[in-house]
């Protein structure tokens, strides 16, 4: 009984995680970005990895990674 306890909720939370993730990512998909220097804006690009500066989402989302990283590296 307990196992299947256990295992009913180790699949919901890895669903969970999964669904947050792509929400995550879709965040990201397709955003044209550029660079502010002396001489000016810089041409667009698509970043692939990390938060987007300003974002009023970035510390939040960062802090979920982090806590993903933390839970995985403590199982570890």
Known sequence: MAAKMYTAILEQR???WAEASNFRAALYTNVPMSVRT???LSP?????TGL?????????LFGLDIDNLEEEL???
């Open 74 to 76: 403590m199982a570890r």
């Open 52 to 60: 987007s500066q300003g974002c009023p989402l970035s510390p939040t």
């Open 14 to 16: 890895i669903s969970d």
């Open 38 to 40: 002396s001489a000016g």
């Open 44 to 48: 667009c690009f698509q970043a692939v």
